[in-house]
């Protein structure tokens, strides 16, 4: 008996994820991704670091990253629009000078036959020391009690507010400027394309809102209903705009939100990607539930919210494969992706490159062997603009 338990297993193992048992199971599509970032991580500092990071990815039947391009204040690819505004066209980082990392991703990953969705991380958010901040104070939102300062572990970030029409433009001139000038496949946001909701009490966003309610200031608690539900429209509102601006530049480039859950997306973040998805702005969600109690984890997955959406777009989970200072075995990811599997969503992304068998306790070829058993045989990626179906 135990022979033939352990055949079954070896035969599901060999399945790529969301296959049937069928002579059809090889053209199975799933999301097979992993989040690209500069931070904790050395994988975009090098340009033959970064072809081979690539070239193990395809080796190992991943099919797409998302590299990070918009992060600490800076474009990680060279940027008029940047240039103009901040100062500086580029990240200031050595191992960034003299290229343009998001091109050679494009070409790199597009020879390997990855698709590739640059990730706008930091969306309205910026370091409190950045020539960003200094440069433009005046765009800057805070608290009730003037404070700008959000903690973010051990960093000082600051706000830019995404009311704000001088805000708005600079980081739809930015999406743009990336969606034009470059091979993409689409363009990924999360939670930072929000805002925290203890934030905009600035004095163009308090007048904004007397305005629309006859001379009413906003509540003190912003936590208040009426209040996260003022703010979070008018991010929905610009959302919406963004995305009438990507799809007129490049009609065939993916919408791809990477949020938190629902009800903390939308409390802390006024990011409201229930009615984002629910209009037609997301056309990709990477919902991310970095959960280590299997349980919560589970119910995250099961939400009303979450079975709707992937009625009708590919919704995939990000994993978290770990941490600079917090470790995950494999078999924690293992089994997160089993559970994934087995509710039928589109695939999995993990968080982030460096974690996959870098920054391990477990040896990088045994992870890497695990990897190879989660991802058997190569996948398509599931693309809702040519034919991808729930």
Not at 22 to 48: H, Q, Y
Not at 111 to 126: C, H, N, R, S, Y
Not at 154 to 177: A, C, G, K, M, Y
Not at 323 to 352: E, H, M
Request: proline share 6%; aromatic share 12%; charged share 25%.
């Amino acid at each position: 008996m135990m022979w033939l338990l352990t055949a079954v297993a070896t035969v599901i193992l060999s399945l790529p994820l969301n296959a049937q048992i069928s002579p059809n199971s090889s053209s199975a599509t799933e999301l097979r991704g992993v989040w690209l970032t500069n931070i904790d991580s050395d994988v975009l500092f090098g340009r033959d670091r970064l072809r081979q990071a690539v070239q193990k990815l395809d080796e190992l039947n991943f099919n797409t990253v998302y590299p990070a391009v918009w992060n600490w204040g800076y474009t990680l690819y060279p940027s008029q629009v940047a240039a103009k505004v901040i100062g500086r066209s580029l990240d200031p980082t050595p191992g960034l000078q003299g290229r343009d990392i998001l091109k050679e991703i494009v070409s790199e990953g597009h020879k390997q036959g990855l698709t590739v969705i640059p990730w706008f991380e930091f969306g309205f958010m910026a370091p409190a020391d950045s020539l960003l901040a200094k440069n433009r104070p005046q765009w800057l939102t805070n608290r009730s009690d003037g404070t700008r300062i959000v903690k973010e572990g051990t960093h000082d970030r600051v706000w830019l507010s995404p009311f704000r029409p001088d805000v708005q433009q600079f980081i739809q001139d930015l999406i743009v400027e990336i969606v034009r000038n470059y091979d993409i496949d689409g363009i990924q946001f999360d939670d930072h394309f929000g805002l925290p909701s203890e934030l905009g009490y600035d004095a163009y966003t308090v007048a904004l809102y007397k305005k629309e309610h006859r001379g009413q200031a906003p509540s003190k608690n912003p936590k208040d209903a009426e209040w996260l539900r003022w703010r979070a429209s008018k991010i929905t509102d610009f959302m919406k705009r963004v995305f009438t601006a990507i799809k007129a530049a490049k009609k065939d480039c993916l919408v791809s939100v990477a949020p938190n859950p629902q009800r903390f997306s939308y409390e802390f973040f006024l990011a409201d990607w229930q009615r984002w998805e629910r209009m037609g702005l997301v056309e990709e969600l990477v919902l991310q539930i970095y959960r280590d109690d299997l349980n919560v984890f589970v119910k995250e997955l099961e939400y009303p919210e979450v079975k709707a959406a992937q009625k009708h777009i590919p919704v995939s989970v990000g994993i978290l494969t770990g941490l600079k200072n917090k470790p995950i075995t494999i078999q924690q990811i293992q089994t997160q992706v089993q559970k994934t599997r087995d509710r039928n969503f589109a695939g999995v992304s993990f968080f982030f490159y460096e974690t996959l068998w870098n920054l391990t306790k477990e040896q990088p070829l045994e992870r890497q062997t695990a990897l190879q058993k989660i991802f058997p045989k190569p996948a398509k990626y599931p693309n809702l603009l040519t034919g991808w179906k729930a």
